[in-house]
């Protein structure tokens, strides 16, 4: 079945450092790709997506490319800010195999923590 | 985005006993709900799709007598986890969609159940 592989964490980082989270993913067919974070005590949020290879999805300065040569969507960052702190969920969407309601399924990842200090 | 709540955020009960979560969408309805589960350090795992007005569907390998769900209206979709043991003790989370908005699901804020 699909899933999604990534870098285990905690990645500790200082303020203004460079960010890569690693994710690979295992799908049939030809899934959109997204990073969801998590703040501390919030529900997880979409930091940004890609629905086809090559596209660049990019938000809040974090980028990820859809590579289908690599199954790869690792997110980046130039300079991390302390307020990046946070758990960071890459996953896939799935089509449902019986119902059509408008939304996929998502596979998720294990997430990542980052913790950026001063 | 569209918000969405979860009550409560933390419970404790004993085995044997039942739980019920409460998912609302505060400023939108919602159709289809999502209901995961998230073991320590694991990925969230997809227990049940939630349609309102119908049955609930289970992903495989998931009891539907256990994890009740009831999605009686647009905004309010219940987890009731039934005769509860210690290994439910996870930590439970919804999400729902908006139509247009390309599959972007938003999430809960989770609730951790701890039976004893």
């Known amino acids: 079945g699909n899933s999604v592989t990534q870098m285990e964490g905690p990645v500790t980082l200082s303020e203004e450092a460079f960010l890569t989270i690693n994710c690979t993913y295992t799908a049939t067919g030809y899934p959109s790709l997204f990073w969801y974070v998590q703040y501390p005590g919030e529900g997880l949020q979409l930091l940004l997506k890609?629905?086809?290879?090559?596209d660049k999805g990019s938000n809040k300065g974090f980028e990820a490319t859809y590579r289908k040569e690599t199954t790869s969507f690792h997110l980046e960052k130039g300079s991390v800010q302390v307020s990046d702190s946070a758990v960071y969920f890459c996953?896939?969407?799935?089509?449902?195999?019986?119902?059509?309601?408008?939304?996929?399924?998502?596979?998720f990842g294990t997430g990542t923590r980052l913790l950026v200090s001063p | 985005g569209a918000v969405v709540s979860q009550h409560p955020s933390r419970v404790i009960c004993k085995s044997g006993t039942s739980v019920k979560i409460e998912c609302r969408s505060l400023?939108?309805?919602?159709?289809?709900m999502f209901w995961y589960r998230q073991f320590p350090k694991q990925s969230l795992m997809l227990m049940a799709t939630s349609n309102e007005g119908s049955k609930a569907t289970y992903e495989q390998g998931v009891e539907k007598d256990k994890f009740l769900i009831n999605h009686a209206s647009l905004t309010l979709s219940t987890l009731t986890v039934t005769s509860a043991h210690p290994e439910d003790s996870s930590f439970y989370i919804c999400?729902?969609?908006?139509?247009?908005?390309?599959?972007?699901?938003?999430f809960g804020p989770g609730t951790r159940l701890t039976v004893l």
């Open positions: 400023d939108f309805q919602a159709t289809t």
């Open positions: 999400s729902t969609g908006l139509a247009g908005r390309d599959n972007e699901q938003f």
């Open positions: 996953a896939l969407s799935e089509t449902f195999g019986r119902m059509n309601t408008g939304f996929q399924k998502l596979v």
């Open positions: 890609a629905t086809k290879a090559d």
